[in-house]
């Protein structure tokens, strides 16, 4: 906001506000410290404001939280970076509260400032500041302290920076829990700043404590680390200390930690290179693809594509598509969801031959899961095996399964095969698609469920699109028009939301010799919602068509639809009226 347009007579106002018993009020000046901090201007600001904020003793944590945000991007308002440095007394207190967001947002705002703190600064106030939360009483401070070595360490004296190591190596063994899984989260950030040197003697030293931890939490932050360090040591370093205890976590006894391996193996393999994968980490892997916990076998099973990329085909062949067969059969659902979202991936790796031999029967039986997110999963990739097999075999394959799905019980699976089918029409070319999935197209104007319909009338659009107007005439337009004397008025109301979208791709010959008329027939529908439904097709069709047509055609009937007894047909009938006034003076 500038200072122009902020009126700054309300201060005293908005100070009072931050006293206030309402906790809104307080709120709302609390946001508004800005406005507070340019009237009073720079230097009452770090005389009055901010001590002020230091001694507010507020309790609610959503003020505090604004509090905690608001100072993070304070430094303009009390003189730049040379006075950063009063910023800090109350963003301290702010570590210590015993809300976990609040003191999350003020670690956060002080690594913004200490960020841009001058280095002198940092040293006389920044690093005291990180030492005494490091040493507090209450293990609020001490979890905090955690997030904040990392943008102290870099501008220390040696010998404050052996002193900070040392303090981090203490919280690292502290009683608490919590103050332990702070450290362990923050050790990857705060490695990446030490010397290389001391990484290697300290650094991985906590590290290696951590991983012994006998609480899971902390452990399961240690697998994070892995991945960080990694990149951070020498490869024969990394090799060293970084795989064995990656190997040891793929078999811990606790299935979070499990999990966490599973979920980060990718970025581990990248951190000990593709040698060692092979030898190492591909057993892990299949372990944790065997595992008897669903859950860790869903963030393996999610990263399958991934880790055969790194493999050569011929060990994922060996290795890894035994289990990715036995998961493909999995007794927990969201495990063969995991599968079915990345197996279409595997194609391209595996190459034509083992994909026709060995996943395509894979993907036939997932196709045919009784669970329908699997099912979807599957249908959305195929283009994926399409470049890798080629349509034909494709075709002769999978189609049946499609088709099958496209009258499956489940709507979303139907509106899957719906949305595939213009990128299908493209692969499979024009008399393919005639041949087997043209009536599945008509057919769905009819679903009893409205998204499917309206997807379908989208779809046909698409295919006019894809295949041409000459070819839409043939296959599309005469089974549309047939289908607007339907019974059931729903299925006449798709069939005009149909016409609306063709008649633009169909152009204006083809709009006014047959699809107005019907449109004009339907204006004598009984039903009021296929009337206004009418109007507001009219009013879509009139820049399509020529003015000679407007006005003898799609004039008169808005005109009787005008004087209709429905107040929502005469509503949209105006509308139209005006619609068509509107062009008629814009041209």
């Not at 360490?153 to 063994?173: D, G, V």
């Not at 502290?174 to 003697?201: C, I, Q, W, Y």
């Not at 078999?251 to 040698?275: F, H, I, T």
């Not at 429905?566 to 041209?587: E, K």
Request: proline share 5%.
């Amino acid at each position: 906001m500038s200072v122009v347009e902020e009126p700054l007579y309300p201060i005293a106002v908005l100070i009072d506000e931050l006293k206030n018993d309402d906790i809104q009020l307080r709120l709302n000046s609390i946001r508004r410290l800005s406005t507070i901090a340019r009237a009073l201007g720079e230097e009452r600001t770090r005389k009055e404001l901010i001590p002020f904020l230091s001694e507010n003793n507020d309790d609610d944590d959503e003020v505090l939280l604004a509090m905690a945000e608001e100072l993070g991007v304070f430094i303009p308002y009390v003189g730049g970076v040379e006075h950063a440095h009063v910023l800090l007394p109350p963003l301290e207190t702010l570590c210590t509260v015993e809300e976990t967001c609040v003191r999350e947002k003020a670690v956060e705002s002080l690594c913004r400032i200490g960020s841009q703190m001058r280095e002198n600064d940092l040293v006389d106030w920044f690093i005291p500041l990180v030492k005494r939360l490091a040493a507090g009483e209450w293990f609020t401070a001490r979890v905090s302290a955690c997030g904040l070595f990392h943008i102290a360490y870099p501008s220390a004296p040696e010998m404050l920076k052996t002193e900070l190591r040392s303090i981090y190596n203490q919280l690292c063994q502290d009683d608490m829990p919590m103050v332990r899984r702070s450290a362990a989260s923050n050790l990857g950030k705060f490695a990446a700043t030490v010397e290389s040197a001391h990484l290697k003697a300290d650094i991985m030293q906590i590290f290696e404590d951590l991983t012994h931890d006998d609480q899971d939490s902390v452990r399961l932050l240690a697998v994070e680390g892995c991945a960080t360090l990694g990149k951070l040591l020498e490869p024969q370093d990394c090799i060293a200390h970084i795989l064995p205890i990656i190997v040891n976590f793929s078999q811990d006894k606790s299935w979070r930690v499990r999990y966490m391996v599973a979920n980060q193996l990718y970025e581990l393999c990248e951190a000990v290179g593709p040698e060692h994968t092979r030898t190492d980490l591909v057993p892990a892997y299949v372990r944790l693809l065997r595992d008897n916990e669903a859950e860790v076998r869903i963030a393996a099973a999610g990263k399958v594509t991934k880790f055969c990329r790194i493999l050569s085909p011929e060990l994922a062949i060996q290795h890894i598509l035994p289990c990715v067969k036995e998961l493909s059969s999995d007794s927990s659902q969201h495990v063969r969801s995991a599968l079915a979202s990345v197996i279409m991936g595997m194609a391209p790796v595996l190459g034509k031959d083992a994909t026709i031999e060995q996943l395509l029967p894979i993907f036939l039986s997932l196709l045919k899961d009784e669970f329908p997110d699997v099912r979807l999963n599957i249908i959305s990739k195929l283009d994926q095996v399409n470049q890798v097999i080629g349509i034909d075999l494709l075709s002769q394959s999978l189609l049946p399964a499609i088709v099958e799905l496209a009258e499956d019980r489940h709507w979303r699976v139907r509106l899957a095969i719906i949305e595939y089918i213009p990128l299908l029409a493209s692969q499979l070319g024009v008399g393919f698609f005639d041949d087997k999935l043209g009536a599945l197209c008509m057919q769905w104007l009819q679903d009893k469920v409205y998204s499917i319909r309206d997807a379908a009338a989208n779809n046909l659009k698409r295919l006019a699109e894809e295949f041409g107007p000459e070819w839409a005439m043939e296959h599309i337009i005469p089974q549309v028009l047939e289908m607007i004397n339907n019974s059931h008025y729903l299925y006449r109301m798709t069939i005009l939301r149909a016409i609306s979208l063709l008649a633009p791709v169909m152009g204006s010959e083809i709009t006014c010799s047959k699809l107005l008329p019907a449109v004009v027939n339907a204006s004598k529908d009984r039903v009021p919602n296929i009337k206004f439904n009418v109007a507001k097709v009219l009013q879509s069709l009139v820049p399509i068509v020529d003015q000679s047509v407007v006005e003898k055609t799609i004039r008169p009937c808005l005109v009787e639809l005008s004087e209709d007894p429905d107040v929502d047909v005469r509503y949209f009938a105006n509308q139209g009226l005006q619609s068509i006034d509107h062009i008629m003076m814009s041209s």
